[in-house]
C-alpha cells in the first residue's frame, strides 16, 4: 500500500506525495515487536504497508484495551508531525509487518518550502478527528451486545449473492471482548445466542453474518 493511497493525504499533488515518498524509511517488523510504547517520545508517522498491528494501552495491572487494529493502507503516530507530546498508546505487530515512516524533522523541512501540505493535513486530520469523535460517543452509548453489532458489521464484507456478508479477519472471542471492553464469557455468550438465533455462523475463527443482527438483545 503506497503513500498516495493513504487518505490522510487525499488532496495532495504528485509532486508534494512524492516528497514525502523520497523522505520517508521502510521498516519491517516481526510478530509480536512492540514498534512504539505508550509514553515514549512522539517523532513520526507509521504507514502500514502489509501485516496487522494491535494499537491499545494498558492498566496499572497490566491488562491490555485494544483500541484498533490496522491493516494495510491504515496509519498511525499522525499527530507526532504537528505536536511534541508523547505517544498515547501502544503498537504491537500481530504478524510480520512491513511499515514505511516518515520522521517528524524530514516532515517539517518539506512543510517550510510546500506550505499547501500543511493545508490538506490539518483538514484530513479534522475529519479523522470527528469520525473518532463519533466512535468514542458510540462505544459511550452502547451496551456489551451493541458493541459487538458495531464491531461485527464494520469488519463484515459486502452481501454476496445470497445476502451473506463474511469477516475475513480471524477473530478470538477474547480479540472480539478486548475490541469492546467487556469480558470474553460476555462476548462468548451474545456470539452463542446469535449462532442459535441463525443470524450468525461460525466457521473455525471465521464469522458469516446470514442476516442482519437484531438492534437489542
Do not use: W
Amino acid at each position: 500500500m503506497a503513500i498516495e493511497n493513504v487518505d490522510l493525504f487525499d488532496g495532495l499533488n504528485e509532486e508534494e506525495l512524492k516528497l514525502l515518498r523520497d523522505s520517508s524509511v521502510q521498516r519491517e517488523f516481526a510478530k509480536n515487536t512492540v514498534l512504539i510504547h505508550e509514553g515514549d517520545i512522539a517523532d513520526s508517522l507509521y504507514v502500514v504497508e502489509s501485516g496487522r498491528v494491535k494499537v491499545y494501552c494498558s492498566d496499572k495491572a497490566g491488562k491490555d484495551f485494544v483500541l484498533n487494529i490496522l491493516e494495510s493502507g491504515d496509519y498511525f503516530g499522525e499527530l507526532a508531525l504537528l505536536d511534541d507530546d508523547r505517544r498515547s498508546a501502544s503498537v504491537r505487530a500481530m504478524d510480520n509487518a512491513k511499515v514505511r515512516i516518515i520522521y517528524k524533522e524530514d516532515f517539517k523541512a518539506i512543510l517550510d518550502f510546500h506550505p499547501n501540505i500543511t493545508r490538506i493535513l490539518n483538514k484530513n486530520l479534522t475529519r479523522r478527528i470527528r469520525k473518532l469523535t463519533n466512535d468514542v460517543k458510540s462505544l459511550a452509548l452502547q451496551d456489551v451486545y451493541g458493541r459487538v453489532v458495531k464491531v461485527l458489521t464494520n469488519l463484515a464484507a459486502d452481501p454476496d449473492e445470497h445476502g451473506v456478508m463474511r469477516i475475513d479477519e480471524k477473530l478470538t472471542q477474547q480479540e472480539i471482548a478486548d475490541r469492546v471492553g467487556s469480558s470474553r464469557e460476555m462476548v462468548a455468550r451474545i456470539l452463542k445466542d446469535l449462532t442459535i438465533g441463525e443470524y450468525i455462523e461460525i466457521d473455525g475463527r471465521f464469522i458469516n453474518l446470514m442476516k442482519k443482527l437484531p438492534e437489542s438483545y
